[in-house]
């Protein structure tokens, strides 16, 4: 395997290593210290005290805990809703033969064709004259369309991938349709789905300019207020705390989807 | 499942008719009347053919230099993803080594960071009194002049956030180069840069290309980072349609800007959709 890299110590991985951390892991490190400093002011490189007194002040917020449940209301009714009009088409995409069918799996490219914010100010200018803008079901909407091509493509490969000669073997036994979807294609094609459901929640979850196009000020997500944290908030402690309640779905995302994230499907999804 | 020919054919179309419906509601049809509501514009005698509002953004100074520092942003941006991730992808893919692991969980880690996250973070450590001028004080340096709030402010921030696509992108296509085409190079002499060039990258030009066209059209109406990263005037094409559909309320403005950004990046949009069609089938 080790074709161009020959050497006992592998200097050029360490390099990497240490460049990436540095990049990658330091500014996030320097958040997450914020969020545990009582006081730490210019010049000293290390908190003058840490505790957890921003913590408490963050969380007696009013418009910190209307913002948490908005967006988990959000992300669970865009999910439920993504889910269950999703992975019926998903199904059928990849079992069933029906007219057009290659033709409309690939329309779901199109929302990935244009720059996104110049599509989202297109598809405002339409809930403008809906009466959509500022609205929950708005938000809703907007956010929809950014799930459906995950909730299509990966569940498809998921389906794909089931053995279909374990389905045939059930079958010859004497199962019925909804027998054999539920022993055996579900149980092989589930964690992949699952992983998918659990990539669209925290996708909306996080998703910001929809959310403050179509739906700021009335409705307020968590990544909005975090916009108005960094623009108008003097503390810095509040947007470190909100940071680190923010990453929260991110690093239950991160523990269960890395492995589909990694397999080499999920990059071709994306044309690699 | 078993059902009948007959039967397949409606069910089929059934099943997939919601979110194909979705699509055409909000995605294609916004398109369409956005070019629609720009050339046929509203006037006290009806509606009639105009070009005027692209008129006006061509010949605004603030449009265009608007338009120009997404062009640099986005081109800068493009280069650094390739200078950072090619790179780290041939390693990724040429060595088994323990510390791989390592660098590839980094690599794709900012995928689970939001860029509001990482906004607030390049704030806290490049800004105005940051970590890093925390450090430079400390070793009796002078302070940096602070990339946050110029345009190299979303540059950063938008390479920090494409880092993971792109690597895993251009992974998927070294995946394509075969251990026996490097190694039938080598017994005929090939150095590394030979092998760079005459074998590896002939073979992943098309994965080059797709991570670059899917960079562009994630960077070119970008919002979050350059919005809270990124200078006041001029600011990027995102910021700029945001500004102009929410603050100064003029929504055949914004769609005019909203179709300039899709005019500029039409090329990328279809070569992605295509190379992505082509590697997959349903």
Redesign the interface.
């Known amino acids: 395997?080790?074709?161009?890299?020959h050497r006992r110590v592998?200097w050029?991985?360490?390099i990497?290593?240490v460049v990436?951390?540095l990049?990658?892991?330091?500014?996030?490190l320097?958040?997450g210290t914020?969020a545990f400093t009582n006081v730490w002011r210019?010049?000293?490189?290390i908190p003058q005290e840490f505790g957890l007194r921003f913590w408490g002040q963050t969380l007696g917020r009013a418009d910190v805990w209307t913002s948490i449940t908005m967006s988990l209301t959000l992300a669970t009714t865009v999910t439920l809703i993504s889910a269950a009009?999703?992975l019926?088409?998903a199904?059928?995409?990849?079992?069933?033969?029906?007219?057009?069918?290659?033709l409309?799996?690939?329309?779901?490219?199109?929302?990935?064709?244009?720059?996104?914010?110049?599509?989202l100010?297109?598809?405002?200018?339409?809930f403008?004259q809906l009466n959509l803008i500022g609205t929950f079901w708005g938000v809703v909407?907007?956010q929809?369309?950014g799930t459906?091509l995950f909730m299509?493509?990966i569940p498809?490969a998921a389906f794909q991938s089931v053995d279909r000669r374990m389905e045939e073997a059930a079958?010859d036994v004497g199962a019925g349709?909804f027998r054999?979807?539920w022993s055996i294609t579900l149980p092989q094609a589930g964690p992949t789905i699952a992983a998918a459901i659990l990539l669209s929640f925290v996708g909306t979850f996080?998703e910001?300019?929809g959310a403050?196009?179509i739906g700021?000020p009335q409705v307020r997500t968590l990544?909005v207020l975090?916009?108005s944290f960094?623009?108008n908030q003097p503390v810095?402690q509040f947007?470190?705390v909100l940071?680190v309640l923010?990453?929260v779905p991110?690093?239950i995302?991160?523990l269960f989807a890395?492995r589909v994230?990694?397999s080499?499907s999920?990059?071709?999804?994306?044309?690699? | 499942m078993p059902a009948s020919p007959e039967r397949r054919r409606p069910v089929g179309l059934l099943l997939v008719a919601v979110p194909v419906l979705l699509v055409l509601w909000l995605v294609i049809w916004p398109i369409i009347s956005a070019v629609i509501t720009t050339i046929w514009l509203r006037t006290p005698e009806g509606t009639q053919f105009s070009l005027e509002t692209y008129r006006f953004f061509f010949s605004d100074g603030y449009s265009l230099s608007n338009l120009s520092v997404t062009l640099w942003t986005t081109g800068v941006c493009a280069i650094l993803l390739l200078v950072i991730c090619l790179p780290i992808a041939l390693y990724l893919r040429f060595s088994d080594s323990k510390v791989a692991a390592y660098v590839q969980g980094l690599a794709i880690f900012p995928m689970f960071v939001p860029s509001i996250i990482l906004s607030f973070a390049l704030i806290r450590v490049l800004g105005p009194n940051g970590t890093v001028d925390l450090l430079l004080n400390a070793i009796s340096l002078p302070k940096i002049r602070s990339p946050y709030l110029t345009p190299w402010g979303p540059v950063i921030g938008l390479v920090w956030d494409n880092i993971p696509l792109t690597v895993l992108i251009l992974l998927s296509g070294l995946g394509n180069v075969s251990n026996q085409s490097i190694e039938a190079a080598r017994d005929v002499g090939a150095g590394r840069f030979a092998l760079l060039w005459h074998i590896i990258l002939p073979r992943i030009t098309n994965s080059i290309l797709v991570a670059i066209s899917f960079a562009v059209l994630g960077i070119f109406s970008a919002f979050t980072l350059p919005y809270i990263l990124g200078p006041a005037a001029p600011e990027m094409m995102g910021p700029f349609m945001q500004r102009t559909f929410r603050d100064l309320y003029d929504p055949t403005s914004a769609i005019t800007q909203a179709v300039v950004t899709f005019g500029f990046c039409i090329v990328f949009g279809l070569f992605y959709v295509r190379s992505v069609a082509k590697n997959r089938t349903p």
């Open positions: 395997m080790a074709t161009l890299v592998d050029t991985g360490i990497l290593a990436l951390t990049a990658i892991v330091f500014p996030l320097v958040v914020w210019y010049p000293s490189v009009i999703c019926p088409a199904f059928a995409f990849a079992r069933l033969e029906f007219p057009g069918r290659d409309l799996f690939f329309s779901f490219l199109a929302g990935h064709a244009f720059p996104k914010f110049g599509l100010v297109a598809i405002a200018g339409i403008l909407l907007i929809l369309v459906l299509i493509w498809v079958r349709p054999v979807f996080y910001t300019e403050w196009l700021a990544p975090m916009i960094i623009n810095i947007g470190a940071s923010l990453w991110s690093f995302a991160l890395r994230v990694n080499g999920f990059a071709r999804g994306f044309g690699g």
